[in-house]
Nanobody, 127 residues
Framework: QVQLVESGGGLVQTGDSLRLSCAASGLAFSSYAMGWFRQAPGKEREFVAR????????YYADSVNGRFAISRDNAKNTVYLQMASLKPMDTAVYYC????????????????????WGQGTQVTVSS
């Protein structure tokens, strides 16, 4: 049974940093590209970042580029999202996801391209 378990969320102030973790089990972790998405109340789930299987390439949404960094440790079956200069607009539930597909630039931002999802972790940024 595949499980993705996020952790590290919380309540922070504008400008603070936070690191999210996602521990994977039940899958060959290094065979999956990993992504982070987020969903704010009343909004659709949106792409945040993605990292390739080896970790050699990363991709970011424009809204977080330069502030967030995705990384992975294949020995620990864990993917991370380091978030800096947080803003109230970053408030959302953050989800990690895994995909076995080879995705185009457009596909990597789509929820439907990912095979497995975690339960999410809440990040709240106060002004």
């Amino acid at each position: 049974q595949v499980q993705l378990v996020e952790s590290g969320g919380g309540l922070v102030q504008t400008g603070d940093s936070l690191r999210l973790s996602c521990a994977a089990s039940g899958l060959a972790f290094s065979s999956y590209a990993m992504g982070w998405f987020r969903q704010a109340p009343g909004k659709e789930r949106e792409f945040v970042a993605r990292i390739t299987r080896s970790g050699s390439s990363t991709y970011y949404a424009d809204s977080v580029n330069g502030r967030f960094a995705i990384s992975r440790d294949n020995a620990k079956n864990t993917v991370y999202l380091q978030m800096a200069s947080l803003k109230p607009m970053d408030t959302a539930v953050y989800y990690c996801a895994a995909t076995s597909g080879v995705l185009t630039a457009a596909q990597r931002m789509r929820v439907t391209a990912y095979d497995y999802w975690g339960q999410g972790t809440q990040v709240t940024v106060s002004s």
